[in-house]
């Protein structure tokens, strides 16, 4: 991929999540005033958590965690990269993960054509305890973001980081 492409690649996610930004989600209409929950996906926006550097399972730990939804961002792109969940929060980095390969490949291609990058990571605390809950939550909003390191989402944006 040359640079031109990838500035075309990156300009197209973020245009799609511009839009889920900015356009409001259509309400459903009910008969009962149900209060919203918090764990309704439209509640939900990467861009507001805090963001840690991504080394943060380096970091030395008395626990291994707790649930959360985990979300990769390329903070000078404003681009949301991956949605994930684990029930662990401090182990599911330690071992091998894809998204790993997919993010140093996108460093690495920004280096060689001296462009910026800044991917950290966000947590949200609030995510269903139970796995299935937590799991449904994570596709809906990969869904929604079309984060484009997630399998699910490789329809549209190709997988150009997962080649070695």
């Known amino acids: 991929m040359d640079d031109i492409a990838l500035s075309k690649w990156k300009k197209q996610i973020a245009i799609h999540q511009q839009q889920v930004t ?70 599911r980095w330690k071992g091998v993960h894809d998204c790993k390969r997919y993010i140093e490949n996108y460093q690495d291609l920004h280096h060689r054509y001296k462009l910026e990058t800044a ?14 809950p937590r799991q449904r939550l994570e596709l809906e909003l990969i869904k929604k973001w079309k984060s484009p390191f997630n399998k699910e989402n490789w329809k549209y944006w190709g997988q150009p980081f997962g080649k070695e």
């Open 22 to 91: 900015t356009n409001e989600p259509i309400e459903e209409v009910s008969l009962f005033d149900v209060p919203k929950s918090h764990v309704d996906p439209n509640f939900i926006d990467p861009f507001t958590l805090h963001l840690s550097a991504l080394s943060f399972y380096r970091l030395p730990v008395d626990s291994p965690g707790q649930a959360c939804l985990y979300f990769v961002i390329d903070s000078t792109a404003n681009l949301l990269l991956y949605i994930g969940e684990t029930c662990k929060s401090n182990k």
């Open 119 to 132: 991917v950290n990571i966000g947590f949200w605390w609030d995510a269903p305890v139970p796995t299935r």
